[in-house]
């Protein structure tokens, strides 16, 4: 049936076998132990994604600090545009005490996203009153601008050390010294308190009629009589009344709730008809307060004239107008 030789075993169907020395041992895994077999592709993989994470917590990582932490986005400087007489570090104060300090204790108050335009013009214009509009812009590279447009002062009243700047409604809108009325002299007309009374800013103290008289009271007198305002004086604030001392040494007593047209007027009727043209260097004062009247005193004896001394009054030349009381009472003094 079969024939054996050495090594070899030969079947009846005539196949070859290989011999026992030729048969491989299969090797059994050991129990309990787990085997893994990475292949090259599979560790291509994780290290693409170990490098992605990286780079993502990087772009993350630099994105925080370009937006929170980099000088890029916080107002670190504050840039402003504006004539104000306020000094440009005064204003910058104000502002760096509302934008100072964390929100959270994490983020600058100075970052672009916390920080609120509106809350600083607001700010401004409540802290300074001359301000009229105050625009707050948020530029790049760390930049803040800030744009002022001042109200038009147009009357300062000073006292002994302080003045006071007057937009054309009568409002109070900067206080200063008296060494800084240089600043203002040549835009606004300048009238001298003798009161040294303090008042603050924004306070509405005169009336818009009394910011207008004063105005109007330089050039109307220069075409009316031809005379030059030297200085302006109030006994108060409010006082409706003011003196005008002019280059002739005249001093002139204007009531500013009455017409100053009417009160020139009557003006220079009296010079015309009541005081002669060579007696008028003896005028001390003309009070034209009271309606319909006007009271002057001259000098004792002017320049040897023998003109009378002691205070007088004339009645308007033609007679009382429809304005006035005829039982009005003088009620001047010379406070």
Known sequence: MFSAKKNKVIFNNGKKHRSKTQIKKRTLPKVGVRTQNLHPKNRFSFLSYLFYLICVLAAGAFFYYLVFLSPLFNAEKVVIVS???????????????????????????KHFLFLRSTKIENHLKDRFKSFERVSVRRDFFGK?????????????????????????????????????????????EVINDHSDIVIDEGMGVVSKEYIDFILNVRGALKQKIGAEIMSIHTPLPWASEVKVKTDQGWLLIFETSYSLEKQLDFLSVILE?????????????????????????????????GVESGEQFVEHPEGESEDSDSNEVDGRNFD
């Open 273 to 305: 008809k009541e005081i002669k043209e060579e007696d008028r260097d003896c005028i001390e004062y003309i009070d034209l307060r009271v309606k319909n009247k006007v009271y002057f005193k001259l000098y004792d004896d002017c320049n040897g004239s």
């Open 144 to 188: 803040l601008r800030v744009e002022i447009k001042e109200k038009e002062g147009v009357v300062v009243m000073c006292g002994t050390d302080n003045c006071l700047l007057f937009d054309n409604g009568g409002i109070v809108v900067l206080t200063f010294e008296r060494s800084e009325l240089y600043r203002f002299s040549e835009v606004a």
């Open 83 to 109: 004539d104000t007489k306020i000094s440009d570090a005064k204003i910058e104060s104000e502002i760096e005490g509302l934008i100072e300090g964390k929100i959270w204790g994490l983020f600058n108050k």
